[in-house]
């Protein structure tokens, strides 16, 4: 499994690189897409900062999860040039802008989240013995 490092971004970068950002993004955002690209954290970072994640996708059905982040493009920008009130139009925005916000979103997501698995109910776990409904 990729693993990188939350004080080194080129270290994210090697795992997500640019590129991969752009397609994902340009792919998030068709409307009949149903298939969601983006990247998994895995764990969370150890003493020295490094973390386990991975390039993922998932389906656009399933429950939205903090380890699971999508980069999302916007086409639309507001432009005032000579106008009382901001409007908006259609642009072809540059594929990696963003990235580098994407890439502090994952340092930050990584940072967060708790990821204790010794904390999670096991298989013989007195709640989740007998009949649920």
Do not use: C
């Amino acid at each position: 499994m990729p693993t990188a490092n939350i004080q080194h971004r080129d270290t994210i970068e090697r795992v997500y690189p640019p590129d991969a950002f752009a397609s994902d993004a340009a792919q998030n955002g068709q409307v009949t897409n149903q298939i969601v690209r983006g990247v998994r954290i895995r764990s969370a970072p150890n003493a020295t900062g490094d973390f386990d994640f991975e390039r993922a996708s998932q389906q656009v059905g399933e429950p939205a999860s903090p380890t699971f982040l999508a980069p999302h493009r916007r086409e639309e920008r507001s432009i005032t040039a000579g106008r009382d009130g901001p409007a908006t139009e259609s642009t072809w925005p540059d594929p990696r802008e963003g990235y580098a916000d994407f890439l502090a979103d994952i340092v930050s997501a990584a940072s967060q989240f708790g990821f204790e698995p010794e904390k999670t109910p096991g298989r013989d776990e007195p709640g989740l013995q007998g009949l649920r409904q």
